[in-house]
Structure formats: C-alpha cells, structure tokens
C-alpha cells in the first residue's frame, strides 16, 4: 500500500453512495423515507396543534394494536369449552369469509363467461360493450339494492364484493382467451379435443397469465367493495371495526386497524403473487 | 380407426397389395371470398400418397399451398373435392392424419416429455406409460436429455422436433407437414432434413409436406406435386430418383442440382407472377 498508495486509494474514499449497489441505494432512501414520515408526525402529534386525537403519537397507536391483537374479550365457544380471545380476530374472520365467498362467486362467473365472450363473437358482439360501460362504474351504488335484495348481513356485503370483482375477471379472461395464439387452438384441433378438452387443456393454461391478472384485480377491488359496504352498514366485519372506532372517535384504535388491514392486505397479494410463479 | 375399411387387404391382389394409395386427395376445389373479389385459392388438385412415400407439394407464396393442407388436415370444410385416408371420406380431424404446423406449437406450459405425451393423454393412457411411450418419440427425434425442460429452454429447432415427436407420438398413419422449417435458417434446415429423411425411413411413415424451399424438397422427397400461383393449379409432378438413405451431403452432387435446376424452372414462372400479382396489389391500395 505504501509504495502504490498514492496510485489507487485517494478517489475511492470519498463516494460511498455512488459505489454502492442499486438496491442498497434504494434500500437506503426508503429507511430515510420512513423515518422522516415517523418524525413528521410525530412532531405534528405532540404540537397540540390539531385536535385532541386527530393525530395520535405513534405510540399511542402501538399500544391499541397490541391490545387489538392480544387482549382477549370476546367469548367463543369451541368444543364444549369457553375460550376468551380478541374480537378483532371474529371480525376478521367475517370479512375474509365475505371476500372468500365473493371471490369465488364472482371470480368463477367472471371466468365461465369470460371464456364465453372470447371464443363466441355472436355473445361478445351482443353483451361485451354493456361490461366497459358497467366496468368503471363504482359499484358502491348498487348497495341499496344488495341491502334490499340480501339483507343487512353478510350476503349483501359478499353480493357487493362478488359483483366488484366480477367485472375486472370477466374483462381479463375475456381480453386473454383472445390472445390464446391460434396455432395452439389448431394444434387441439388436429388432435381431435372435445370442448372440455379444448378449455381445460388448451385455453385455461395458455390463458394463466391473464386469469391472475385478473384474480389480482378483482381480489384488490372484492376486498374494497366488501369494506366499503361494511362501513356503511353492518354489525361486523373489519369494516364495521374501523367505523365503529371513527365514530366514538377512539382515533390511536382506528389508525391500529387501518394499519392491520393494510398488513392483511399485503399478505393477501403476495399469497396471489406466489401463487402465480408456483 | 377401427372403422377403417380394408382396402389394401383385398384377396388375390397379391404382391400388389401395397400399390393401393393411402391418402387420396380428389379433385379439390376451394374459394375465398375477399374484399377484391373472390380468389380461387385451390383449383382442382388431386393427388395421391402411396404408403411410405415422401410426396412434397412445391409453390409460390400464395399458390393456396396452406389451403390445401388445412383441408387435408380437415381444419377447413365447406370445400369441393373429396379427402379420403385408406377408402375413408375424411369430414374434420382424422386420426390417422397428424399434422405439424409452420408456427411455434409446442405447449410453452408443458416441459418437452409432457408435451410430446400430449396426444397419449388425450386417448387416456395411463402417465406411466404415456411417459415410456413419449421418451422412445424424444429419442427419434434427438432430444434426450431435454425431457424435463420447457421450451422456452429450447432453440427453435429444437421446439419445432418437440412438435414433429409430439405429432409424430398419435402415430398418424399419414404425416402432414406445413413449412415445418421455414422460420430456421438455412443450415439448421438442411440438418434437421436429415433427421426428417432418417425418421421417416426408420418409421417407413407416409408423408406430405408443403414447402416452398427448393432445396428442402428435393432433399426429402420421392416425388415432388409443382402448384402453379393463382388459382393453384398442378404444374407438374416430378419424380425424384436420388438414391436413398440421403443426406444433406446430396445437396451437392450434380443430380440434386439437375432437379433443383428443373423444378425452378416450372416454379420461377409461376413465382414472378405471385410477385407481380403482389406487387400492383400493394400499388393500388396506395392510390
């Protein structure tokens, strides 16, 4: 080092940042992000200057989430015996049977007649254009209705999440039975496949990228418009939760479950993503 | 298959058994209407493939050459003209009619042995054995060691000898082949002819192929059906006495360039029309 030192060590001292790779720069500014968010709010949260809990101390916010997810207060019983757990968990169970349901629901009629629509020019011609004018539209109107036709329970809310995540399947599994390359179609053909053959054999895996497209979409908006309808009207689910707080403007609990629900949310996304790569 | 009637199996025929064609193609007629009119794609063609025989059919582009495969292969009704496989009318898919095709078609979902399989599990053979039966097609075509790979991992050539095995696994009685090697460059062509040259001798397998390479054809085939452009009529049939097992070595000797000479003769005609045809269509959509 000493007879080439002067060679080879001056330039490299000074530019960590520009050595380091992508991904730890990247890694890097997102820490910087973070903590500049939690001091932000923080500093907003002990100014005083808004009200009372608009903006509670994160801490404050911590200590609701571990009561949320730890403190038992609800009773089930299970076999026989009483056990004492967090409501939070009922509650989320309810609103994931509700997305379950609707995904299910929603995600096979979106698929059946999405193969319909893409192989039958005839239905395409007739029923597509209906699905782009009734695609965007916020579904969230059609609440009153499902209220009326399935209740105040679960089923109004599982009907607004089926009929959210409807239309997002539908489009794609129509858009992807299309792009099914024709030779392959051909291929099924010379080999003499009955229709079930065709579809099980031939559409439904060629079509696998744009069926989880699709089930990733309409999974985003079954939870939105599960949620949406929970808030509005009901007695459970998370949806309820999160009003519930808002309303007796328990602020520090509101913000926990919106935080949780986020987690889920994450969750729920990369289980669809593995899903798609396995 | 079962309902195959016993043509070739007449009494007294004798010796001459074999002399009974496999895949007769009578008098076909096929029309399209497009917005310029209609064109007459295939005009009364017939043909006959007697069994073991390497017949191509040679054309300019646009002869209706894919017509007259796809009608073969019965992927194209409302024809005039009759297809027929051993004495049986052909009406859609037949099963002893196996088809390649010109574009990538291998299952890019199914690694090479599922894909070659593929027709065995449609027939309801049991994995185990539609697995054995798949390796013995990879083998033929020179694809061992590729059989958990997808072919994605594979080369062009590679995935069009995945179809030709997976085709080739129906066990067809008769092969159809529409420009199976025209997206390959040219060596890999010649190279993969030999294979085709090597397989089809070893299965003794009946085969049509649709072309438009000169070379390819004489190479492969014992007799060569000339179509004419527009409406696609026969030129001439040509037969081709190179001896036989060939290689693509042939390529070079004097007789594979007298035919190659003779057959660009009747088709060089007939190709500058399709290219004048082409032409002063494109100079009128212009205006």
Not at chain 1, 145 to 159: D, T
Not at chain 1, 238 to 267: C, E, K, Q
Not at chain 2, 38 to 65: N, R, Y
Request: proline share 6%; aromatic share 8%.
């Amino acid at each position: 080092m000493a007879q080439t030192g002067h060679l080879t060590a001056a330039p490299a001292a000074p530019n960590i940042w520009a050595a380091m790779p992508l991904k730890r720069r990247v890694m890097w500014l997102r820490i910087a992000l973070l903590v500049g968010i939690v001091a932000v709010w923080e500093a907003v949260a002990a100014s005083g200057l808004l009200f009372r809990d608009v903006v509670p101390s994160l801490l404050t916010v911590g200590r609701s989430l571990f009561d949320i997810v730890t403190k038992p207060d609800y009773k089930v019983t299970l076999g026989g015996s009483e056990i004492w757990i967090p409501e939070f968990y009922r509650h989320l169970w309810v609103t994931t049977g509700e997305v379950a349901t609707a995904m299910t629901i929603g995600g096979l009629a979106g698929l059946v007649i999405g193969l319909l629509l893409g192989t039958n020019p005839f239905l395409s011609g007739a029923f597509e254009r209906f699905l782009y004018y009734l695609g965007p539209t916020p579904k969230i109107i059609f609440f009153p209705i499902m209220i009326m036709w399935f209740g105040v329970g679960p089923g109004s809310k599982v009907a607004m999440g089926t009929i959210s995540c409807f239309f997002p399947v539908v489009l794609s599994a129509a858009a992807g039975v299309r792009q099914v390359e024709s030779v392959l179609i051909r291929v099924g053909r010379s080999f003499r496949l009955n229709s079930w053959q065709m579809v099980t054999k031939i559409y439904l895996p060629a079509m696998r990228p744009s069926i989880i497209n699709g089930v990733r979409l309409g999974l985003g908006v079954a939870v939105i418009g599960t949620l949406l309808a929970e808030t509005k009207l009901s007695n459970q689910g998370v949806g309820f939760l999160i009003i519930n707080s808002y309303s007796t403007f328990d602020m520090p609990r509101m913000y926990a479950l919106l935080m949780l629900l986020f987690m889920v949310a994450i969750g729920a996304n990369a289980l669809v993503g593995r899903a798609s790569r396995g | 298959m079962a309902a195959a009637p016993n043509a070739s199996a007449r009494p007294g025929d004798g010796g001459s058994a074999s002399a009974e064609p496999l895949l007769v193609v009578d008098d076909i007629y096929k029309q399209f209407e497009t917005p310029e009119g209609p064109v007459i794609a295939v005009d009364h063609i017939s043909l006959k493939v007697m069994p073991g025989e390497f017949l191509s059919v040679i054309g300019p582009s646009g002869c209706g050459k894919s017509t007259l495969f796809n009608i073969m292969g019965g992927l194209l009704d409302d024809y005039q003209g009759r297809v027929s496989v051993a004495g049986e009318t052909v009406k859609g898919p037949h099963a002893s009619i196996g088809m390649i095709f010109q574009e990538e078609s291998t299952f890019p979902w199914r690694t090479v042995i599922d894909n070659v399989a593929f027709p065995l599990e449609i027939a309801g053979m049991p994995k185990a054995e539609r697995h054995d039966r798949a390796l013995h097609f990879i083998d033929l075509v020179g694809l061992n060691g590729f059989e958990r790979r997808y072919p994605a991992e594979l080369s062009g050539g590679m995935r069009q000898r995945v179809s030709m095995a997976r085709t080739l696994a129906s066990e067809p009685k008769i092969l159809l082949m529409d420009e199976p090697f025209a997206a390959l460059d040219e060596q890999t062509r010649l190279l993969l002819g030999d294979k085709v040259v090597q397989i089809q001798q070893q299965l003794q397998q009946t085969t049509l192929l649709i072309t438009h390479n000169l070379t390819e054809a004489v190479q492969l085939s014992d007799r060569i059906l000339v179509m004419t452009y527009r409406p696609g009529k026969t030129k001439r049939i040509v037969e081709i006495k190179l001896p036989r097992p060939r290689s693509s070595e042939i390529v070079g000797s004097d007789a594979f360039g007298h035919y190659v000479a003779q057959i660009w003769n009747d088709l060089r005609e007939e190709a500058s029309r399709g290219l004048k045809d082409d032409e002063s269509r494109r100079a009128e959509r212009r205006r």
